[in-house]
C-alpha cells in the first residue's frame, strides 16, 4: 500500500491512493502488513521500514524516556550510548517505525536478522502508550520475520510484567522458561503470522475505530505492551 499519499496527491507506483485502507484487498506491491494504522483514539499512523534519517530522530526520541520508562537498561539513559545501541539496532536488525503526523513515536526491532530465532524489542514513546502502538508494532514485526522465512521470534520480559506477558500471549506467544525473565516464543507457522499478513478487508473488515478498554491495566514499565 502506498504509505505517503493522500486522497488528492499523487500515488504514481503505489499500490492504492488514499490514506484509509480499510476496505483494501492488497496487491503483490503490499509490504507484509498494511502500514496504515488507526490508533485507540481514532489518531492515524504510518508504521514503515526505517530510514538513514530515522536513527537521529530515534535517538532524541529515546531521549524522552524516563527511568520508569526503561527495563533492563534500555534504551540507555546517556546520549552516547543510546547512539551506540540505535546504530547497532540499524546494523543488526530489522527495524520499523511508528509515525503520527511528523512525529516518530514508536520503534521496533528484530535482531540479528542472520538466526532462525531473533529476538525482538518494541518501545513506544510515553507520550503515545496506551493506544495500541505498540502491539501494531509487534504485528508489523511478525509479518516481516514470517516474510523474511524465520523460524520463529523470541523476547525476555520480567516476570512482574503481568500485563506485557498478558499481550505477548494474545499476539501467539508463548511461555518456554521462568528463570528470572520470562522467555517467550512465536513459531512463525502459527495461524497468527499468517494473520497478520492478510489485507485490511479480510483481517477486519470496514470497521471504525476501537476506543480505549476501561479494563487495561497498563504500566510504562515496557513501552512494548501497549494492546
Same mark, same amino acid.
Given at each position: 500500500?502506498?504509505?505517503?499519499? =493522500?486522497?488528492?496527491? =499523487?500515488?504514481?507506483? %503505489? ?25 485507540? *483514539? ?39 550510548? &543510546?547512539?551506540?545501541? +540505535? ?9 520499523? +517505525?511508528?509515525?503520527?503526523?511528523? &512525529?516518530?513515536?514508536?520503534? %521496533?526491532?528484530?535482531?540479528?536478522? =542472520? ?11 510515553? =507520550?503515545?502508550?496506551?493506544?495500541? +502502538?505498540?502491539?501494531? *508494532? ?13 523460524? @520463529? ?9 503481568? %500485563? ?6 494474545? *499476539? ?12 517467550? @516464543? ?6 497468527? @503470522? ?7 478487508? +479480510? ?25
Amino acid at each position: 500500500m502506498s504509505v505517503d499519499t =493522500d486522497d488528492h496527491g =499523487d500515488d504514481t507506483g %503505489a499500490a492504492c491512493g488514499g490514506w484509509d485502507g480499510s476496505e483494501c484487498e492488497g496487491t503483490v506491491h503490499c509490504p507484509p502488513r498494511c502500514p496504515r494504522f488507526v490508533d485507540k *483514539l481514532g489518531d492515524r499512523w504510518t508504521v514503515r521500514p526505517v530510514e538513514p534519517g530515522d536513527a537521529d530522530r530515534l535517538i532524541e526520541m529515546y531521549g524522552a524516556f524516563t527511568i520508569e520508562h526503561r527495563a533492563q537498561g534500555i534504551p540507555p539513559a546517556a546520549r552516547k550510548r &543510546r547512539v551506540e545501541w +540505535v546504530e547497532s539496532l540499524f546494523e543488526r536488525g530489522s527495524n520499523v +517505525v511508528a509515525e503520527r503526523g511528523d &512525529r516518530l513515536l514508536g520503534h %521496533a526491532v528484530y535482531t540479528p536478522t =542472520d538466526v532462525d530465532r531473533p529476538e525482538i524489542a518494541v518501545f513506544v514513546h510515553p =507520550d503515545a502508550q496506551g493506544r495500541g +502502538v505498540g502491539t501494531e *508494532l509487534c504485528r508489523h514485526l511478525i509479518a516481516d520475520a514470517a516474510a523474511a522465512g524465520r523460524e @520463529a521470534l523470541e523476547l525476555y520480559v520480567t516476570v512482574d510484567n503481568k %500485563a506485557a506477558i498478558h499481550v505477548y500471549r494474545t *499476539l501467539g506467544f508463548e511461555t518456554v522458561e521462568r528463570d528470572g525473565d520470562v522467555h517467550m @516464543a512465536l513459531p512463525l507457522e502459527d495461524p497468527i @503470522a499468517t494473520e497478520v499478513r492478510w489485507p485490511p478487508i +479480510v483481517r477486519d473488515g470496514p470497521t471504525e475505530p476501537g476506543g480505549d478498554d476501561p479494563g487495561r491495566h497498563d504500566t510504562p514499565l515496557h513501552p512494548d505492551h501497549n494492546d
